[in-house]
């Protein structure tokens, strides 16, 4: 006699183990957060990618990517590869790559970039310089470059004043 069928046993469920994996795209992206309770005063340095949703007063640099989230006050000169900001900055941006201005981004000051992008929403208040990167560029080495462009640019028309125009016709 069978006592017991498979299909009268229920089977062990397991528990779903807590998920600690990040929420946002941005967060997928980066693998170092200062979350919205941190601040910090003074230089912050770091390597690889970093997402701020903190506090930040003092300068940031970096041969990685910045990401400003929603709830950040950023109050600092920013010198990195690249930079997407979705909240507050005070200071000035100076990237080699690519600058992003999302919807909620507010920058207040001047961005030198290769590339920008701004969404609309984002509040840009500042000049920017965009094109190939400076950064490194000695004095003789603009100056060559400056000579070069300046090579390539029309040479301006002189015209001869009104009384003394003259005009050449050959006669044959």
Known sequence: MDVAKSQDIPEPVAEAAPSYAPTTRVQQLTRNVLNSDVEVIGSLRFSDDLLIDGTVEGDISSEGVLSVGQNAVIRAEINTKSVIIHGKVIGNVTVTD???????????????????????????????????????????SAAKKAASVHAFAPEPETHAPASQSTLDIDAE
């Open 98 to 140: 690519r600058v992003e201005l999302k919807s909620t981004a507010e920058l207040v000051g001047d961005i030198q970039a290769a590339s920008l992008a701004i969404e609309g929403g984002a509040i840009f208040i500042g000049h920017s310089t965009v094109g190939a990167p400076t950064v490194g560029t000695t004095g003789a």
